[in-house]
């Protein structure tokens, strides 16, 4: 059963994702309305910041998660609820969906695929294998620098903002680079384009759940596991 008191870290969670998805698709968006003004690089640079802005000013109410493939990796290594990652699910998809619609709003001249954002045709196996790599990269060092209670202090965020800055540079002209399925699912659902929106769920899923298991189980000692099941 969720927990009242735990409505903090729904809001920090709609706020955070929300974020991410306004000002990352929205740099899309604007990069694709001004002939590519904003290039790859600002793009990456727009995702990256405002992920390390948002993990340093709401993440101790939540964790700074963002992401609902963060959450199902967090629920492997067993640090939050069941009934706790389906509120932060839920919260994150609102916040994604209420960004969407925003844009949208604000965009009216943007053609559909504009605030969507993402290849409309994608090999389904290509796709999953890149978001896949992609988001393992993110996730493992989340645990590496937030979860592990060995980590240096301070530059979590820092760290971070910078991995999601690094993969977009990858792979934002290969897949958009979503690594997180509320990204991709927000402006599909404002540009009613959803096509290929599952290889947005599937593959940061899987590459989540391979650094959570990779980290957890392999690398971290026992003794350094922190937030459990709050």
Known sequence: MVKLNNFGSYVAEFLGTFALVFIGAGAVLVN???????GLVGIALAHGLVLMAMIYALGHFSGGHYNPAVTISMLVSKSITVSKAVAYI?????????????LFIMFPV?????????????SFGFGVLVEAVLT?????????????????????????????????LMGGTQ??????????FGPALASGVWAPQLIYWIGPIIGAILAAVVYTYILMDKDAKVDKKK
Do not use: E, W
């Open 32 to 38: 694709a309305l001004t002939g590519g003004a904003v």
């Open 90 to 102: 839920i919260s994150q998809l609102l916040g994604a969906a209420f960004a969407g619609f925003l």
């Open 110 to 122: 943007a053609t559909s695929s504009q605030l969507y954002g993402f290849p409309t045709t994608l």
């Open 136 to 168: 393992f990269f993110l996730v493992l060092t989340i645990y590496g620098v937030a979860v592990d209670n060995k980590s240096p202090k301070g530059f979590h965020g820092l760290a971070i903002g910078l991995v999601l800055t690094f993969d977009i």
């Open 175 to 184: 897949t958009g680079a979503a690594m997180n399925p509320a990204r991709a």
